[in-house]
């Protein structure tokens, strides 16, 4: 079975541009996560969802940032406008249940912002 | 949830075991103990967890000590992809409240030499 999927792998914008990144979870998981990696702050969680439906989302850093799930195949994560300090690395992940604690990771997106 | 406190950095020569220890003396009753991985530049992995019995897996082994306060990942013959940062995470099981949530630390680089 395929891992969780995103894309793109890495993207380069300028400050002020809308970005949006990608996510497709790994069929028959019912849970999706939307992390953030950074140097100075580590892994963060930004957003969680649950059936579809957006669970906790006080991870989410200012009104800049948005997150979507239309369907249980996929999820975006939206940033408008871009500045540098979100230059990071950021990951979703999908799980079977959100009380086993295995989580899938994608790969992740690697973000420049200049 | 329990905080945990990992050795910052290991090595350890191809071929042998390495174990990695933690501390989560604060850990409570209902909590279990996460391991994931990241290699480099790759999402975090999912390794193994357990509650206070020892598990073994296919990836490692978790030996968990009777008072439950410490415990350590065995890789039992270690090979250079195990390079890689390990996070040790306690959280409580069952999908109530905010038991869905992994708090990732900054864990240990294991470097494993030829």
């Known amino acids: 079975d395929a891992g969780v999927i995103q894309s793109p792998r890495h993207e380069v914008t300028e400050m002020g541009q809308e970005v949006t990144l990608r996510c497709k979870p790994i069929s028959g998981h019912n849970s999706l996560f939307w992390y953030r990696q950074t140097m100075m702050r580590g892994l963060e969680l930004l957003i969680y969802f649950n059936n579809n439906v957006p669970i906790d989302d006080s991870g989410m850093p200012e009104d800049r940032f948005s997150a979507k799930m239309p369907n249980a195949s996929f999820s975006t994560l939206k940033i408008q406008p871009s500045e540098p300090r979100d230059s990071a690395v950021y990951f979703c992940?999908?799980?079977?249940?959100?009380?086993?604690?295995?989580?899938?990771f994608g790969p992740g997106t690697r973000l420049t912002v200049t | 949830d329990a905080k945990t406190t990992q050795p910052p950095s290991m090595d350890c020569a191809e071929g042998r075991a390495a174990n990695l220890p933690c501390n989560h003396s604060?850990?409570?009753?209902?909590?279990?103990v996460y391991w994931y991985r990241q290699i480099h530049s790759q999402g975090p992995q999912y390794i193994i967890h357990?509650?206070?019995n020892n598990e073994t897996n296919e990836m490692a082994s978790l030996i968990i000590t009777e008072d439950r306060k410490s415990s350590t990942l065995i890789l039992p013959h270690a090979t250079l992809r195990d390079t890689a940062v390990y996070y040790c995470i306690v959280r409580v099981a069952g999908s109530g409240g905010s038991n869905y949530k992994l708090t990732f630390g900054k864990g240990t680089l294991l470097t494993v030499n030829p």
């Open positions: 992940a999908s799980s079977s249940s959100p009380g086993t604690g295995e989580q899938y």
């Open positions: 357990g509650l206070k």
């Open positions: 604060t850990i409570s009753g209902n909590e279990y």
